[in-house]
């Protein structure tokens, strides 16, 4: 962290001296605010772990409204896969988990992992019974370190320019250090893979892998491995399959919300794959599962019920009542993102099916939202649970359009008009 900050503090008297030379007056934010330090701290935080990363992570799609825009554009890069342990750092961990001699217990243990994430890696593995397993290990130090890696990437926000003059992170902040210890409970995490296990129990479109809690410790956690593709790899397949994946995702997202009041808040299309012999949607890592109160989850609703009616008044009601604003935020502000919510909802109220891909939608939404974002006087900072919410919408449009899906968005959201009691 020393080290990116010095980066970035080199970088921009670099450039407070251009402007000068140039015979400009320096401006500080413009001098902190540049492709170079944008670049530096991207740079910097791809070679971290833990909460470092996985900030930078969610940062990456802020719209806007916190970071600027070129600097969350350049932080995108660090959706990528991170580095993986070295092969003598993966024993010990395990020797920690499993003791020594851990080997023995499996007829075959691939000590190079299929995927690398922020909080830990996962590789393949076979019981001595046959059984083919996916083994998540975590990365040392990860949980420890969360709260001190959110405190170092909080001084840097505290540099003039980069976040709006009077906004309080504070809360945000917290919220995202609750996240990160949750997504490094593997015990935790545990218990929503097995609830969601059972929610979808029987479904014809989704899977999720079996726990296998025999293998599985704090730091560990072990699953049936399922064999399945990207859905990368769905490109070529016919449009009423790209078009039932991405409804079926989306409708999924409306039944975390409405009916089971548990989101899994984590959009990265890593953690959605499809297994071609059923047609399945394979559901993975529950590390960042939310739960929503029935309270919230009516508000919602209600915002729900005012935009597909597209009554102004409710929808400024709902809104308050949620917090994408406060009492105090300028009314040209409060207007603009009740806008920016009937603009979003406007393919939920068509006849026809929406496509994702022709659209200029997700354009026309963030170029409104930077526009929130270049006026650096806002203070109101939402509540988490929307900022999750909304980065989980935002990963299924992402997703919908890399499938070039057609879905027909009301016929999907019709059904949760009503109140629903999970069973």
């Keep these: 962290m020393g080290s990116i900050a010095a980066g970035i503090a080199g970088n921009t008297a670099a450039s407070g001296l251009r402007q000068m030379a140039s015979g400009q007056r320096p401006q500080l934010s413009s001098m902190l605010l540049t492709p170079a330090n944008a670049m530096r701290l991207t740079e910097g935080l791809s070679h971290m772990r833990g909460a470092a990363l996985k900030l930078g992570q969610m940062l990456s799609m802020d719209p806007g409204v916190v970071l600027p825009p070129e600097m969350a554009s350049i932080l995108a890069s660090l959706q990528a896969d991170a580095r993986h342990m070295a092969p003598h750092q993966l024993s010990r961990v395990l020797d920690a988990e499993w003791g020594e001699g851990w080997r023995s217990r499996f007829a075959r243990f691939d000590e190079v992992p299929f995927a690398a994430a922020s909080i830990g890696q996962v590789h393949r593995a076979q019981s001595l019974d046959g059984r083919d397993l996916a083994i998540k290990v975590q990365y ?48 935790r995490e545990a218990a929503w893979l097995v609830r969601f296990g059972a929610l979808l129990s029987g479904s014809a479109d989704f899977l999720v892998p079996a726990h296998v809690p025999e293998f599985s410790t704090p730091r560990v956690l072990a699953m049936s491995f399922v064999e399945s593709v990207s859905l990368d790899a769905l490109a070529q397949e016919p449009q009423a399959t790209r078009d039932r994946v991405a409804e079926r995702l989306i409708d999924l997202v409306m039944r975390e919300l409405f009916v089971f009041r548990a989101m899994q808040t984590d959009p990265n299309l890593a953690n959605y794959r499809y297994e071609p012999q059923s047609g399945c949607i394979v559901l993975l890592d529950f590390g960042a599962v939310r739960a929503f109160d029935v309270a919230l989850g009516e508000d919602f609703r209600a915002l729900l019920l005012a935009g597909l009616d597209n009554e102004r008044e409710a929808i400024r009601t709902a809104m308050l009542k949620i917090g994408y604003f406060g009492a105090k935020t300028p009314a040209m502000q409060r207007e603009l993102i009740i806008r920016m919510f009937q603009t979003a909802m406007v393919p939920l109220r068509q006849p026809t099916p929406f496509d994702f891909k022709a659209s200029d939608l997700l354009e026309r939404l963030r170029a409104m939202g930077q526009t929130i974002g270049t006026d650096r006087d806002l203070m109101h900072v939402p509540p988490a649970e929307t900022l999750f919410l909304h980065r989980k919408i935002g990963g299924m449009y992402l997703l919908a359009a890399k499938l070039r899906a057609r879905v027909d968005l009301g016929r999907i959201v019709a059904p949760y008009r009503a109140f629903i009691a999970l069973e």
């Design 140 to 187: 040392p130090g990860v949980r420890d370190s969360i709260d001190s890696d959110i405190d170092n990437i909080a001084s840097l926000f505290r540099l003039p320019g980069l976040v709006p003059p009077g906004m309080d992170l504070a809360p945000l902040l917290t919220e995202a250090k609750r996240q990160l210890h949750d997504e490094a409970d593997y015990e």
